[in-house]
Protein backbone atom coordinates (compact mmCIF):
# COMPACT_ATOMS: atom_id res chain seq x y z
CA UNK A 1 0.00 0.00 0.00
CA UNK A 2 1.31 3.44 -0.77
CA UNK A 3 0.50 6.70 0.91
CA UNK A 4 0.87 9.92 -1.05
CA UNK A 5 0.31 13.62 -0.27
CA UNK A 6 1.22 14.37 -3.79
CA UNK A 7 2.32 12.44 -6.54
CA UNK A 8 4.88 9.10 -6.74
CA UNK A 9 5.97 6.55 -8.85
CA UNK A 10 9.08 5.39 -9.09
CA UNK A 11 12.31 6.51 -7.11
CA UNK A 12 15.83 7.94 -8.41
CA UNK A 13 18.71 7.09 -5.70
CA UNK A 14 21.35 10.06 -5.08
CA UNK A 15 23.39 11.26 -1.88
CA UNK A 16 22.06 15.11 -0.90
CA UNK A 17 24.53 17.44 0.59
CA UNK A 18 25.48 17.76 4.20
CA UNK A 19 24.77 20.94 6.02
CA UNK A 20 26.18 22.83 8.59
CA UNK A 21 24.97 21.57 12.27
CA UNK A 22 23.83 22.66 15.45
CA UNK A 23 22.57 21.43 18.47
CA UNK A 24 19.35 20.57 18.23
CA UNK A 25 19.82 20.19 14.77
CA UNK A 26 18.79 16.81 12.87
CA UNK A 27 16.25 14.30 13.77
CA UNK A 28 15.21 11.19 15.54
CA UNK A 29 12.39 8.64 13.71
CA UNK A 30 11.85 5.18 14.48
CA UNK A 31 9.22 3.39 12.03
CA UNK A 32 7.70 0.08 13.55
CA UNK A 33 5.50 -2.21 11.06
CA UNK A 34 3.80 -4.50 13.44
CA UNK A 35 3.28 -6.57 10.03
CA UNK A 36 6.69 -6.93 8.90
CA UNK A 37 8.88 -9.93 10.22
CA UNK A 38 11.37 -10.26 7.45
CA UNK A 39 14.47 -8.06 7.54
CA UNK A 40 13.46 -5.73 4.56
CA UNK A 41 15.48 -2.26 3.80
CA UNK A 42 13.78 0.67 4.11
CA UNK A 43 14.93 3.79 2.26
CA UNK A 44 14.26 7.28 3.81
CA UNK A 45 13.80 9.48 0.90
CA UNK A 46 13.59 13.45 -0.08
CA UNK A 47 11.62 15.14 -2.96
CA UNK A 48 13.63 18.68 -4.42
CA UNK A 49 11.35 20.80 -6.48
CA UNK A 50 9.77 17.82 -8.71
CA UNK A 51 6.85 15.92 -8.59
CA UNK A 52 6.51 12.61 -11.06
CA UNK A 53 7.96 10.06 -9.14
CA UNK A 54 11.44 11.66 -8.24
CA UNK A 55 12.54 11.10 -4.60
CA UNK A 56 16.62 10.86 -3.60
CA UNK A 57 17.99 8.54 -1.08
CA UNK A 58 19.36 9.93 1.60
CA UNK A 59 19.51 7.29 4.15
CA UNK A 60 18.88 3.87 5.22
CA UNK A 61 17.69 1.19 7.69
CA UNK A 62 17.38 -2.64 8.03
CA UNK A 63 14.10 -3.29 10.07
CA UNK A 64 14.55 -5.61 12.85
CA UNK A 65 11.12 -7.13 14.48
CA UNK A 66 9.88 -4.66 11.83
CA UNK A 67 11.66 -1.52 13.44
CA UNK A 68 14.14 0.70 11.50
CA UNK A 69 15.49 4.24 12.98
CA UNK A 70 16.87 7.08 11.21
CA UNK A 71 18.85 9.53 13.45
CA UNK A 72 21.01 12.35 12.12
CA UNK A 73 22.77 15.47 13.84
CA UNK A 74 23.09 17.35 10.67
CA UNK A 75 20.83 20.29 9.45
CA UNK A 76 17.85 19.59 7.39
CA UNK A 77 15.75 22.15 5.59
CA UNK A 78 12.39 20.00 6.24
CA UNK A 79 9.82 18.86 3.78
CA UNK A 80 7.79 15.91 2.78
CA UNK A 81 9.73 12.86 2.77
CA UNK A 82 9.17 8.81 2.23
CA UNK A 83 10.22 6.30 3.70
CA UNK A 84 10.05 3.65 0.76
CA UNK A 85 10.93 -0.29 0.44
CA UNK A 86 13.64 -1.10 -1.43
CA UNK A 87 11.52 -3.29 -3.62
CA UNK A 88 9.11 -0.84 -3.36
CA UNK A 89 6.38 -2.97 -2.23
CA UNK A 90 5.16 -0.06 -0.14
CA UNK A 91 5.85 3.59 0.55
CA UNK A 92 4.61 6.39 2.71
CA UNK A 93 5.01 10.17 3.04
CA UNK A 94 5.89 11.59 6.11
CA UNK A 95 6.01 15.08 6.97
CA UNK A 96 10.39 15.66 8.63
CA UNK A 97 11.51 19.14 10.14
CA UNK A 98 15.01 20.20 11.44
CA UNK A 99 14.67 18.80 15.30
CA UNK A 100 11.96 16.39 14.37
CA UNK A 101 11.82 13.41 17.09
CA UNK A 102 8.99 11.06 17.02
CA UNK A 103 8.04 7.57 16.40
CA UNK A 104 5.71 5.97 14.02
CA UNK A 105 3.60 2.49 14.57
CA UNK A 106 1.23 1.19 11.77
CA UNK A 107 0.85 -2.03 9.41
CA UNK A 108 2.45 -1.98 6.07
CA UNK A 109 -0.60 -3.63 4.55
CA UNK A 110 -3.30 -0.67 5.72
CA UNK A 111 -0.45 2.60 6.43
CA UNK A 112 -2.90 4.60 7.67
CA UNK A 113 -5.83 3.41 9.53
CA UNK A 114 -3.28 1.76 11.75
CA UNK A 115 -1.46 4.88 12.59
CA UNK A 116 -0.11 5.36 15.95
CA UNK A 117 1.85 8.51 16.80
CA UNK A 118 3.79 10.00 19.24
CA UNK A 119 6.75 12.34 20.03
CA UNK A 120 7.36 15.77 18.62
CA UNK A 121 6.54 16.66 14.80
CA UNK A 122 3.53 17.41 12.57
CA UNK A 123 2.76 14.07 11.27
CA UNK A 124 -0.32 13.64 13.64
CA UNK A 125 -2.06 16.60 11.30
CA UNK A 126 -0.63 15.48 8.87
CA UNK A 127 -2.44 11.80 8.91
CA UNK A 128 -5.65 13.24 10.28
CA UNK A 129 -5.07 15.09 6.64
CA UNK A 130 -4.25 11.46 4.80
CA UNK A 131 -8.00 10.01 6.82
CA UNK A 132 -9.76 12.63 5.51
CA UNK A 133 -8.84 12.33 1.98
CA UNK A 134 -9.65 8.75 2.07
CA UNK A 135 -13.18 10.06 2.85
CA UNK A 136 -13.28 12.42 0.48
CA UNK A 137 -12.16 10.06 -1.98
CA UNK A 138 -14.74 7.70 -1.64
CA UNK A 139 -17.67 10.19 -1.47
CA UNK A 140 -16.08 12.07 -5.25
CA UNK A 141 -16.16 8.49 -6.22
CA UNK A 142 -19.55 8.55 -5.66
CA UNK A 143 -20.75 11.32 -7.12
CA UNK A 144 -18.30 10.34 -10.25
CA UNK A 145 -19.93 7.06 -11.10
CA UNK A 146 -23.53 9.01 -10.13
CA UNK A 147 -22.22 10.96 -13.16
CA UNK A 148 -21.81 8.37 -15.36
CA UNK A 149 -25.00 6.59 -14.82
CA UNK A 150 -26.97 10.31 -15.09
CA UNK A 151 -29.90 9.80 -17.68
CA UNK A 152 -31.20 12.91 -17.60
CA UNK A 153 -29.62 16.46 -17.85
CA UNK A 154 -31.51 17.47 -14.77
CA UNK A 155 -29.51 14.31 -13.30
CA UNK A 156 -26.47 15.77 -14.56
CA UNK A 157 -26.82 19.48 -13.77
CA UNK A 158 -27.81 18.26 -10.07
CA UNK A 159 -24.92 15.84 -9.64
CA UNK A 160 -22.61 18.72 -10.86
CA UNK A 161 -23.94 21.02 -7.86
CA UNK A 162 -22.99 17.92 -5.82
CA UNK A 163 -19.90 17.49 -7.12
CA UNK A 164 -19.08 21.77 -6.69
CA UNK A 165 -20.32 21.18 -3.18
CA UNK A 166 -18.08 18.28 -2.57
CA UNK A 167 -15.14 20.12 -3.72
CA UNK A 168 -15.67 22.78 -1.43
CA UNK A 169 -15.35 20.26 1.76
CA UNK A 170 -11.77 19.67 0.68
CA UNK A 171 -10.98 23.86 0.44
CA UNK A 172 -12.96 24.38 3.63
CA UNK A 173 -10.53 21.61 5.40
CA UNK A 174 -7.43 23.33 4.56
CA UNK A 175 -8.09 26.85 5.15
CA UNK A 176 -9.97 25.83 9.03
CA UNK A 177 -6.76 23.87 9.28
CA UNK A 178 -4.71 26.91 8.43
CA UNK A 179 -6.49 29.43 10.58
CA UNK A 180 -6.47 26.90 13.34
CA UNK A 181 -2.59 25.76 13.04
CA UNK A 182 -1.28 29.10 11.14
CA UNK A 183 2.71 28.30 12.67
CA UNK A 184 2.59 25.10 11.25
CA UNK A 185 4.36 23.65 7.75
CA UNK A 186 1.11 22.08 6.52
CA UNK A 187 -0.44 25.46 7.11
CA UNK A 188 1.99 26.45 4.77
CA UNK A 189 1.59 23.49 2.22
CA UNK A 190 -1.99 24.08 2.24
CA UNK A 191 -1.81 28.01 1.29
CA UNK A 192 0.86 27.06 -1.53
CA UNK A 193 -1.91 24.74 -3.61
CA UNK A 194 -4.65 27.07 -2.62
CA UNK A 195 -6.21 28.57 -6.18
CA UNK A 196 -7.34 31.64 -6.93
CA UNK A 197 -11.24 32.56 -6.44
CA UNK A 198 -12.47 34.85 -9.44
CA UNK A 199 -15.31 36.54 -8.78
CA UNK A 200 -18.61 36.35 -9.86
CA UNK A 201 -19.02 39.94 -10.62
CA UNK A 202 -16.94 40.55 -13.84
CA UNK A 203 -16.44 44.22 -15.19
CA UNK A 204 -18.35 45.72 -17.98
CA UNK A 205 -16.86 46.89 -21.44
CA UNK A 206 -18.00 49.84 -23.09
CA UNK A 207 -20.68 47.74 -25.07
CA UNK A 208 -22.26 46.87 -22.27
CA UNK A 209 -21.12 43.22 -22.50
CA UNK A 210 -19.30 41.35 -19.52
CA UNK A 211 -15.81 41.42 -19.63
CA UNK A 212 -14.89 37.87 -21.00
CA UNK A 213 -10.92 38.11 -20.57
CA UNK A 214 -11.66 38.96 -16.72
CA UNK A 215 -11.11 35.83 -15.44
CA UNK A 216 -8.04 34.35 -17.03
CA UNK A 217 -6.43 37.62 -16.04
CA UNK A 218 -7.75 37.65 -12.65
CA UNK A 219 -6.19 33.86 -11.84
CA UNK A 220 -2.98 34.79 -13.44
CA UNK A 221 -2.38 37.85 -11.43
CA UNK A 222 -3.21 36.32 -7.79
CA UNK A 223 -2.28 32.89 -8.96
CA UNK A 224 0.91 32.72 -6.57
CA UNK A 225 -0.89 34.83 -3.24
CA UNK A 226 -0.68 32.58 -1.02
CA UNK A 227 2.71 30.81 -2.21
CA UNK A 228 5.39 31.73 0.43
CA UNK A 229 8.77 31.89 -1.82
CA UNK A 230 10.78 32.24 1.41
CA UNK A 231 10.00 29.07 2.65
CA UNK A 232 13.00 26.71 1.16
CA UNK A 233 11.14 23.96 2.66
CA UNK A 234 8.56 23.82 -0.11
CA UNK A 235 11.54 22.69 -2.69
CA UNK A 236 11.70 19.95 -0.80
CA UNK A 237 8.24 18.93 -1.59
CA UNK A 238 6.38 17.65 -4.92
CA UNK A 239 4.37 20.84 -4.75
CA UNK A 240 6.49 23.37 -6.73
CA UNK A 241 7.47 22.25 -9.60
CA UNK A 242 4.22 21.69 -11.16
CA UNK A 243 2.19 24.69 -10.13
CA UNK A 244 5.01 26.54 -11.62
CA UNK A 245 5.09 24.55 -15.19
CA UNK A 246 1.17 24.76 -15.41
CA UNK A 247 1.55 28.72 -14.52
CA UNK A 248 4.17 28.81 -17.77
CA UNK A 249 2.19 26.63 -19.83
CA UNK A 250 -1.62 27.66 -19.30
CA UNK A 251 -1.57 30.94 -17.37
CA UNK A 252 1.30 33.33 -18.56
CA UNK A 253 0.93 35.27 -22.03
CA UNK A 254 3.75 33.75 -24.60
CA UNK A 255 5.47 36.49 -25.79
CA UNK A 256 9.32 36.66 -24.98
CA UNK A 257 8.61 40.12 -23.06
CA UNK A 258 6.08 38.81 -20.85
CA UNK A 259 8.15 35.57 -20.29
CA UNK A 260 11.09 37.81 -19.07
CA UNK A 261 9.01 39.55 -16.91
CA UNK A 262 7.38 36.79 -15.08
CA UNK A 263 10.90 35.23 -14.65
CA UNK A 264 12.43 38.19 -13.09
CA UNK A 265 8.91 38.35 -10.67
CA UNK A 266 9.26 34.37 -9.56
CA UNK A 267 12.92 35.15 -9.26
CA UNK A 268 12.93 38.44 -7.46
CA UNK A 269 10.11 36.70 -4.72
CA UNK A 270 12.70 33.63 -4.35
CA UNK A 271 15.63 36.14 -3.83
CA UNK A 272 17.15 35.31 -0.31
CA UNK A 273 15.81 31.41 -0.32
CA UNK A 274 18.53 29.42 -1.42
CA UNK A 275 17.10 26.28 -2.49
CA UNK A 276 13.91 27.78 -4.16
CA UNK A 277 15.93 30.53 -6.02
CA UNK A 278 18.61 27.53 -7.26
CA UNK A 279 15.61 25.74 -8.62
CA UNK A 280 13.66 28.34 -10.01
CA UNK A 281 16.62 29.84 -11.59
CA UNK A 282 17.27 26.50 -12.88
CA UNK A 283 13.79 25.90 -14.29
CA UNK A 284 13.27 28.72 -15.92
CA UNK A 285 16.30 28.72 -18.17
CA UNK A 286 15.39 24.93 -18.95
CA UNK A 287 12.49 25.86 -19.75
CA UNK A 288 12.86 28.37 -22.13
CA UNK A 289 15.76 26.54 -23.91
CA UNK A 290 13.58 23.39 -24.55
CA UNK A 291 10.40 25.17 -25.05
CA UNK A 292 8.54 24.48 -28.59
CA UNK A 293 7.08 28.19 -28.17
CA UNK A 294 8.56 30.00 -31.04
CA UNK A 295 10.99 33.15 -29.27
CA UNK A 296 11.69 31.18 -25.84
CA UNK A 297 15.35 31.41 -26.57
CA UNK A 298 15.01 35.02 -26.52
CA UNK A 299 14.32 34.47 -22.93
CA UNK A 300 16.74 31.78 -22.26
CA UNK A 301 19.50 33.83 -23.33
CA UNK A 302 18.11 36.85 -21.50
CA UNK A 303 18.11 34.86 -17.98
CA UNK A 304 22.01 33.42 -19.19
CA UNK A 305 23.05 37.37 -19.72
CA UNK A 306 20.99 38.51 -16.18
CA UNK A 307 21.59 35.79 -13.90
CA UNK A 308 24.48 33.45 -14.42
CA UNK A 309 26.62 35.92 -16.43
CA UNK A 310 25.86 38.48 -13.74
CA UNK A 311 27.34 36.31 -11.17
CA UNK A 312 23.68 35.01 -9.36
CA UNK A 313 24.41 31.09 -10.07
CA UNK A 314 26.98 31.02 -7.68
CA UNK A 315 26.80 26.90 -6.87
CA UNK A 316 27.91 25.91 -10.26
CA UNK A 317 31.46 26.04 -11.53
CA UNK A 318 33.33 27.98 -14.00
CA UNK A 319 32.92 24.74 -16.59
CA UNK A 320 29.33 24.52 -16.04
CA UNK A 321 28.85 28.18 -15.96
CA UNK A 322 30.65 28.29 -19.50
CA UNK A 323 28.03 25.88 -21.23
CA UNK A 324 25.45 28.10 -20.71
CA UNK A 325 27.16 31.25 -21.62
CA UNK A 326 28.48 29.25 -24.93
CA UNK A 327 25.27 28.09 -25.40
CA UNK A 328 23.62 31.73 -25.44
CA UNK A 329 26.36 32.99 -27.73
CA UNK A 330 25.13 30.12 -30.03
CA UNK A 331 21.72 31.24 -30.21
CA UNK A 332 22.01 35.01 -29.71
CA UNK A 333 22.72 35.91 -33.56
CA UNK A 334 19.57 33.55 -34.89
CA UNK A 335 17.24 34.85 -32.65
CA UNK A 336 13.38 35.88 -34.08
CA UNK A 337 14.05 39.80 -35.58
CA UNK A 338 17.40 39.53 -35.98
CA UNK A 339 19.15 39.27 -39.74
CA UNK A 340 20.19 36.19 -41.06
CA UNK A 341 23.61 35.55 -41.63
CA UNK A 342 24.04 35.56 -45.04
CA UNK A 343 24.91 32.27 -47.20
CA UNK A 344 26.80 31.89 -49.99
CA UNK A 345 25.91 28.54 -51.64
CA UNK A 346 26.31 26.11 -54.88
CA UNK A 347 22.93 25.18 -56.47
CA UNK A 348 22.54 21.89 -58.10
CA UNK A 349 24.48 23.32 -61.36
CA UNK A 350 27.24 24.46 -59.55
CA UNK A 351 26.47 27.95 -59.60
CA UNK A 352 26.61 30.21 -56.69
CA UNK A 353 23.30 31.20 -54.56
CA UNK A 354 23.69 33.83 -52.51
CA UNK A 355 21.02 33.81 -49.82
CA UNK A 356 20.49 38.25 -49.86
CA UNK A 357 19.85 38.06 -52.94
CA UNK A 358 16.98 36.17 -53.47
CA UNK A 359 13.79 37.85 -53.74
CA UNK A 360 10.97 36.79 -52.04
CA UNK A 361 8.16 37.95 -49.54
CA UNK A 362 9.23 35.12 -47.32
CA UNK A 363 12.17 32.46 -47.90
CA UNK A 364 11.75 28.83 -45.85
CA UNK A 365 15.59 27.92 -45.50
CA UNK A 366 16.10 24.75 -44.85
CA UNK A 367 19.16 22.34 -43.64
CA UNK A 368 18.78 19.08 -43.70
CA UNK A 369 20.44 15.72 -44.64
CA UNK A 370 19.11 13.64 -47.71
CA UNK A 371 19.63 10.46 -45.91
CA UNK A 372 17.99 11.74 -42.58
CA UNK A 373 14.76 9.59 -42.25
CA UNK A 374 12.82 12.95 -40.75
CA UNK A 375 14.00 15.02 -43.53
CA UNK A 376 12.60 12.76 -45.84
CA UNK A 377 9.47 13.06 -44.60
CA UNK A 378 9.26 16.64 -43.71
CA UNK A 379 10.71 17.81 -46.97
CA UNK A 380 7.69 16.30 -49.03
CA UNK A 381 5.19 17.88 -46.21
CA UNK A 382 6.45 21.17 -47.18
CA UNK A 383 6.00 20.83 -50.45
CA UNK A 384 2.61 20.07 -50.09
CA UNK A 385 2.08 22.89 -48.11
CA UNK A 386 3.83 24.86 -50.81
CA UNK A 387 1.40 23.90 -53.54
CA UNK A 388 -1.69 24.50 -51.07
CA UNK A 389 -1.24 27.65 -49.54
CA UNK A 390 2.33 29.06 -49.87
CA UNK A 391 2.75 29.86 -53.15
CA UNK A 392 0.06 33.22 -53.28
CA UNK A 393 2.38 34.94 -50.34
CA UNK A 394 5.48 34.57 -52.41
CA UNK A 395 7.49 31.99 -50.97
CA UNK A 396 10.47 30.85 -51.76
CA UNK A 397 12.22 27.91 -50.47
CA UNK A 398 16.15 27.70 -50.12
CA UNK A 399 16.70 24.09 -48.81
CA UNK A 400 20.59 23.20 -48.10
CA UNK A 401 21.78 19.88 -47.65
CA UNK A 402 24.40 19.98 -45.40
CA UNK A 403 26.33 16.20 -46.15
CA UNK A 404 27.50 17.06 -49.87
CA UNK A 405 26.88 13.32 -50.93
CA UNK A 406 25.25 14.79 -54.46
CA UNK A 407 24.38 11.36 -55.27
CA UNK A 408 22.25 11.25 -52.74
CA UNK A 409 21.11 14.71 -52.79
CA UNK A 410 19.47 14.68 -56.20
CA UNK A 411 18.22 11.40 -55.99
CA UNK A 412 15.66 12.73 -53.24
CA UNK A 413 15.46 15.54 -55.23
CA UNK A 414 13.84 13.53 -57.95
CA UNK A 415 12.28 11.02 -56.29
CA UNK A 416 10.39 13.41 -54.45
CA UNK A 417 10.25 16.05 -56.76
CA UNK A 418 10.94 18.77 -54.65
CA UNK A 419 11.14 21.14 -58.11
CA UNK A 420 8.31 24.25 -58.01
CA UNK A 421 9.51 26.50 -55.59
CA UNK A 422 12.65 25.07 -54.02
CA UNK A 423 16.58 26.28 -54.63
CA UNK A 424 18.56 23.55 -53.98
CA UNK A 425 21.60 24.04 -52.46
CA UNK A 426 24.78 22.62 -51.30
CA UNK A 427 28.25 23.92 -49.59
CA UNK A 428 31.19 21.86 -51.51
CA UNK A 429 34.25 23.76 -49.85
CA UNK A 430 32.42 23.85 -46.44
CA UNK A 431 32.47 27.56 -46.06
CA UNK A 432 28.90 29.06 -45.39
CA UNK A 433 29.60 27.88 -40.97
CA UNK A 434 25.75 27.63 -41.24
CA UNK A 435 25.99 25.20 -38.19
CA UNK A 436 27.38 28.38 -36.20
CA UNK A 437 25.31 30.85 -37.72
CA UNK A 438 22.15 29.11 -37.57
CA UNK A 439 22.51 26.80 -34.23
CA UNK A 440 21.82 23.95 -37.10
CA UNK A 441 22.89 20.60 -35.28
CA UNK A 442 19.41 18.58 -36.13
CA UNK A 443 18.47 17.78 -39.22
CA UNK A 444 15.81 19.48 -40.21
CA UNK A 445 16.17 22.66 -38.83
CA UNK A 446 14.09 24.81 -40.22
CA UNK A 447 13.90 29.06 -40.13
CA UNK A 448 11.50 31.16 -41.89
CA UNK A 449 12.87 35.07 -43.12
CA UNK A 450 10.92 38.24 -44.45
CA UNK A 451 11.52 40.08 -47.62
CA UNK A 452 14.60 41.72 -45.69
CA UNK A 453 15.96 38.23 -44.76
CA UNK A 454 15.14 38.79 -40.94
CA UNK A 455 14.40 36.00 -39.29
CA UNK A 456 10.85 35.75 -37.98
CA UNK A 457 10.15 32.29 -37.16
CA UNK A 458 12.72 29.41 -36.61
CA UNK A 459 12.69 25.63 -35.15
CA UNK A 460 9.37 25.91 -37.01
CA UNK A 461 7.81 22.72 -39.78
CA UNK A 462 5.22 21.53 -42.27
CA UNK A 463 2.09 22.08 -39.27
CA UNK A 464 2.84 25.96 -38.59
CA UNK A 465 4.98 27.49 -41.04
CA UNK A 466 1.09 28.86 -42.68
CA UNK A 467 0.09 29.78 -39.62
CA UNK A 468 3.66 31.92 -39.09
CA UNK A 469 2.93 33.69 -42.44
CA UNK A 470 -0.79 34.41 -41.85
CA UNK A 471 -0.36 36.01 -38.73
CA UNK A 472 2.55 38.13 -39.75
CA UNK A 473 -0.06 39.05 -42.84
CA UNK A 474 -2.33 40.31 -40.39
CA UNK A 475 0.01 42.26 -37.95
CA UNK A 476 1.40 43.99 -41.94
CA UNK A 477 -1.87 44.56 -42.35
CA UNK A 478 -3.45 45.80 -39.25
CA UNK A 479 0.17 48.05 -38.47
CA UNK A 480 -0.74 49.31 -42.31
CA UNK A 481 -4.45 50.24 -41.07
CA UNK A 482 -3.42 52.30 -37.81
CA UNK A 483 -1.00 54.20 -40.03
CA UNK A 484 -3.56 55.53 -42.51
CA UNK A 485 -5.96 56.17 -39.69
CA UNK A 486 -3.22 58.09 -37.95
CA UNK A 487 -2.29 60.02 -41.29
CA UNK A 488 -5.72 60.90 -42.03
CA UNK A 489 -6.33 62.40 -38.62
Not at 157 to 163: C, F, L, N, P, R
Not at 233 to 259: A, C, G, H, Q
Request: hydrophobic content about 35%.
Amino acid sequence: MKIKFFTLIALSVFLFFPQLTNANDGYKIKIHFTDVTDDAMLYLCNYFGEAGGKVYRIDSSILKNGVATFQSKEKIVGGIYMLLFKDQSSSMEVILLNGDDWTLKTKKQDLVNNMELTGRGENKFFYDYQLFLQGYGEGYKKLTNELATAKTQKDTTATYAKMRTKGKELTNYRRKFIIDHPGTFIATLFRAIEEPEVPEDWPTLEDGTKDSTFPGRYYAAHYWDDFNFKDDRIIYTPIYEPKLKNFLEKWMIPTPDSVKATCDTILKKTAGSEQLFKYSLWYLTRWAETSKIMGMDEVFVYLVEEYYMAGKATWLSKEDLKKYEDRAKAIAPNMLGQPAKDLSMRDTANNEVVLSKIKANYTILIFYDADCHHCKHELPLIDSLYKNGLAPYDVKIVAMEVTNDVEHWKKLINEKRLYNGWIHTYDPTVTTNYKSFYDAYVNPTIYLLDKNKKIVGKRINHSNILEVIQFLEKKADRLKKETTETADK
